[in-house]
C-alpha cells in the first residue's frame, strides 16, 4: 500500500479490549485481511487506500477510532497544533522499524494522529 503525500489520512487505528474478538468481527462483516506484526500490533487492509492497525488499547490514548495524518516532521506540526489551541496527547514515539507518531488533539479536542514513515521501513 503506497504512502500518501503529507498532509492527507494514511492510517486508522482501533483500539480494542478483546483485539481477537475485533479482529473476528471486522473480518466477518467486511473481510478485511489482517497481519500480526510485532509489539502486538495487527496491521489490517480493507482493499481500499487506506487501511490501518488494531491493538489493546494503552493508556492514555482515547477509546475512540485514531485517523492519522502522513508528515515529512512531526516536531513543527506539534508546535502548529500546540500554538492553535490543539494539544499534544502522546508525544512522539517511535514504532521500530516502521516509524514514528504522536496523538495530538484539535482545540475542541478531537483526537488525531501525526505520521512519520521510517524511509528504510519496508512497506
Known amino acids: 500500500m503506497e504512502i500518501p503525500g503529507e498532509g ?3 492510517h486508522v487505528e482501533i ?10 468481527c471486522y473480518t466477518a462483516v467486511f ?8 509489539h502486538d500490533y ?16 494503552p493508556d492514555p490514548m482515547p477509546q475512540q477510532l485514531i485517523n492519522y495524518v502522513n508528515v515529512g516532521e512531526i516536531e513543527p506540526y506539534l ?3 500546540e500554538s492553535n489551541g490543539g494539544s499534544v496527547i502522546q508525544p512522539i514515539t517511535e514504532i ?9 488533539a484539535d482545540p475542541d479536542g478531537n483526537a ?6 521510517n524511509p528504510n521501513a519496508h512497506h
Open 96 to 104: 521500530p522499524n516502521t516509524g514514528w507518531l504522536a496523538i495530538v
Open 79 to 81: 508546535e502548529k497544533i
Open 15 to 24: 483500539p480494542a479490549a478483546d483485539v481477537q474478538r475485533s479482529r473476528d
Open 112 to 117: 488525531f494522529g501525526l505520521w512519520k514513515q
Open 42 to 57: 495487527t496491521l489490517y487492509e480493507t482493499g481500499g487506500s487506506i487501511g490501518g492497525g488494531l491493538m489493546k488499547k
Open 31 to 38: 473481510n478485511w485481511k489482517f497481519t500480526q506484526v510485532p
Open 8 to 10: 492527507h489520512w494514511c
